[in-house]
């Protein structure tokens, strides 16, 4: 069975003090739960890349994971302003997320500039975290299947079928990320279950039992339980909620409760 993954993604939030002291307060709560440290769900935090190096040193040895919010997908070179692979890796990051809407739709990345960040990142060791959604634009056109189906096939262009078990799908509606209006659950499954079918195709049948494919959009301890008590939906990917620590644990809590008769 495919280990939960309960993310969260903090955006442009956070000095390294607040990081910090997000990371005493949430890991206290954590352990207190899980007092053998034996967390039966994958948990990982994305902070902005200054924070990494203090978050990896911190929870270095500790069963809490720290993943880059992108990068760029050449070794090293002129590339003003941006982070290679190798540096992810060297700080300690285990993920890396790429393709998130913001980069797409504020900064212009394209599916080919994922698809060279997705390979990229399998080379260098890192977990792609790779996020796919459509706009409510294309969600009223009845374009989310080709949307995310096109999104979902450039991604998997360059990843071989051994290394699906190291990569993660996002299911991020762009109409459902920062509004507090999430996606029905029911379409949500609709979507990762057309996801899942995509992934069959380019492999062959049942391929997709080994990806863990999320959800995120306005997630928060309110309403986790019914995304991740969706068979086909391993974990959560939160943004807003996931910024204060007593929230970002009931989180975690709440999506184990609910995926607990899966385990
Ligand atoms: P919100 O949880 O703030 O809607 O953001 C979701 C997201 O973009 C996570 O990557």
């Not at 941006?82 to 993920?95: Q, W």
């Amino acid at each position: 069975m495919r280990k939960p993954l309960i993310a969260a993604n903090w955006k442009m939030n956070k000095t390294i003090g607040e990081a910090l002291s997000f990371a005493g307060v949430f890991a206290e709560r954590l352990y207190r739960r899980f007092p053998d440290k034996n967390i039966p769900v994958d948990v990982a935090l994305f902070p902005s890349f200054l924070s990494i190096p203090a978050l990896c040193a911190l929870f270095a040895n500790e069963p809490i994971h720290i993943g880059a919010q992108n990068m760029h997908w050449e070794k090293s070179g002129a590339f003003t302003g941006e982070v290679a692979p190798y540096m992810l890796k060297d700080a300690g990051c285990a993920f890396v997320i790429l393709g998130h809407s913001e980069r797409r739709h504020i900064f212009g990345e394209t599916d080919e500039d994922v698809i060279k960040k997705v390979r990229a990142a399998l080379d260098h060791g890192l977990n792609p975290v790779i996020c796919v959604g459509e706009t409510l634009e294309e969600r009223e056109a009845d374009e989310t299947d080709r949307v995310v189906s096109r999104m979902v096939k450039a991604a998997f262009s360059v990843v071989d079928p051994e290394e699906l078990r190291s990569v993660t799908v996002a299911y991020e509606p762009v109409w459902a990320i920062g509004t507090g209006r999430e996606a029905r659950p029911d379409d949500a499954e609709d979507v990762i279950l057309g996801i899942r079918k995509t992934v069959d195709a380019i492999y062959g049948q049942d391929t997709s039992e080994n990806l863990r494919v999320l959800y995120g959009g306005s997630v928060k301890s309110k309403n986790v339980r019914s995304f991740m008590s969706r068979e086909s939906v391993d974990g959560v990917l939160v943004g807003g909620a996931s910024l204060d620590p007593e929230e970002f644990f009931k989180i975690v809590d709440e999506g184990y409760k609910a995926r607990r008769k899966f385990l």
